[in-house]
């Protein structure tokens, strides 16, 4: 089974103040418009189920966060700066406000940006939670609450830390921590293949893109998750131990507008298994 295909067309945006914003699409031209907003350690090189955009007839779009990829650093970015960079891709390539997928370390940027206003419909799929809400101070595991203490207290330490990851030790993180339902996702030759481009990527400016993205990702989330207006679709498979303590349950009950899917016999694969269900059900609510 083929999981990914390659981009069928990439490019770069000028923003405002020169960077530059890089992207990645599939499907057709004149499909509906749906941003993706990729995962850790991730760019825009890694899209969605093959084959999908073609036959729901969308447009995906998938960006870089800055430092990632092709597009250009912003050191001490902010959640904030993310959704502006957003809001000046879609002005000047006239996407409207299209839907966005948010996957894994994406959801807290895609939800910034539901947050400011400025998006359609968001599914969030396998989205990293808010893990220094007190709630789950005790649901974590050792390792990753000695890690958003020091998010917590020493900032600029934490992001020094995560600044001497690479893409071989992301890799190994993401293979140790999968069961086996991954596994077979990650494992098999086109999906290895694609990751591993989108991570070599990812990390040709250096690692401090990432390590900006995990330290706000694993801190607290400066943005009112109660303003959100548009409908949030959040997907966890049942077998992920990895992005939420609760797969999404408390989530759900701080957007008003949200409605949670759990997928059996999968883990934070599912983004590229049920591609077609999550398509599906963001179109019906654009």
Known sequence: MEYVTTPQRLGETELPDGRLMGWAEWGPEDGIPVLLVPGAATSRLLGVG????????????????P????????????????????????????????PVIGSSQGAPFVLACAAAGITGPVAIVSGADEVALPAFAEALPPHLRSLVDMVATDPDAAEAGFAGLDADAMLKLVHDASPASDLGVYTSPDFHAAYRAAMDDAFRQGPAGYARDTVLAMG???????????????WYGEEDTSHSPDHGATLASRIPTATRRLVPGIGGAVLWTHTEPILSELLMVV
Do not use: K, N
């Not at 999908?52 to 995906?60: A, F, N, T």
């Not at 607290?220 to 959040?234: G, M, N, S, T, Y």
């Open 50 to 65: 093959a084959g999908v955009p073609e036959r729901v007839g969308v447009r995906i779009v998938a960006v870089d966060r």
């Open 67 to 98: 430092g990632l990829g092709a597009s250009t650093p912003l050191p001490g970015r902010t959640f904030a700066d993310f959704a502006d960079d957003v809001r000046q891709l879609m002005q000047r390539r006239g996407l409207g406000r299209p």
């Open 220 to 234: 607290r989330w400066p943005f009112d998750l109660a303003a959100i207006r548009v409908p949030v679709q959040l």
